[in-house]
């Protein structure tokens, strides 16, 4: 019993060594790669914002100027994620941008209870039974959480960036 014991608080060291490390890498290149891929989509392709109704302050823009907006920050985003620079900074933008994309995009278009609502908690191709289909893009927003409160992680510029800035100031 004691080996077992002791193996498991070997575990246990092992895993809250690469706690700082592994998890926030795996999110930063994992969202990093959606955004980045719906970045390059709008880089490449059509704007089809003009069809869209956006929720009051992103409605004062043009469809052109917001779909510049969210292709940009899709695009700088994911690759501040990757690098590991401005990390927070990202993760707030892309969490302002994704919910303005679940507000104008994802949200059902009319629901009166809550089971109408948690009907459009789902992932689906293509949509238009007005159900919504937000499961993914809040999924998304809670993958940032740690990123935007914790940071990069060990792995990343902001940490090499702050290690060395932060050297004579006692941290």
């Known amino acids: 019993m004691h080996k077992l014991v002791s193996l498991y608080c070997k575990l246990v060291r092992i895993a809250e060594f690469l706690a700082p490390i ?4 795996a999110l930063r290149l994992i969202l990093g790669w959606e955004y980045g891929e719906a ?3 709008k880089y490449t392709g059509e ?3 003009a069809d869209l109704t956006f929720p009051f302050p992103f409605n004062l823009v043009s469809a052109n100027v917001s779909w510049a907006i ?9 690759v501040a994620l990757v690098l590991g620079l401005a990390v927070r900074f990202a993760s707030i933008s892309l969490i302002i941008l994704t919910v303005v994309a679940i507000s104008t ?3 059902p278009m009319h629901w009166h ?8 908690y789902r992932i689906i191709d293509e949509t238009n039974d007005g159900f919504g289909n937000y499961k ?3 999924i998304f927003i809670v993958m940032f959480l740690p990123l935007m409160f914790g940071g990069a992680g060990k792995v990343s510029l902001d940490y090499l960036l702050s290690r060395r800035c932060c050297k004579g100031s006692g941290k």
């Open 136 to 138: 993914l893009p809040l």
């Open 22 to 25: 592994i998890p926030p890498l």
């Open 105 to 107: 995009v994802h949200w």
């Open 39 to 41: 970045g390059y989509e």
């Open 113 to 120: 209870t809550l089971g109408e609502l948690w009907r459009g």
């Open 47 to 49: 704007n089809w914002f």
């Open 70 to 78: 969210s292709t940009w920050f899709e695009l700088l985003g994911a």
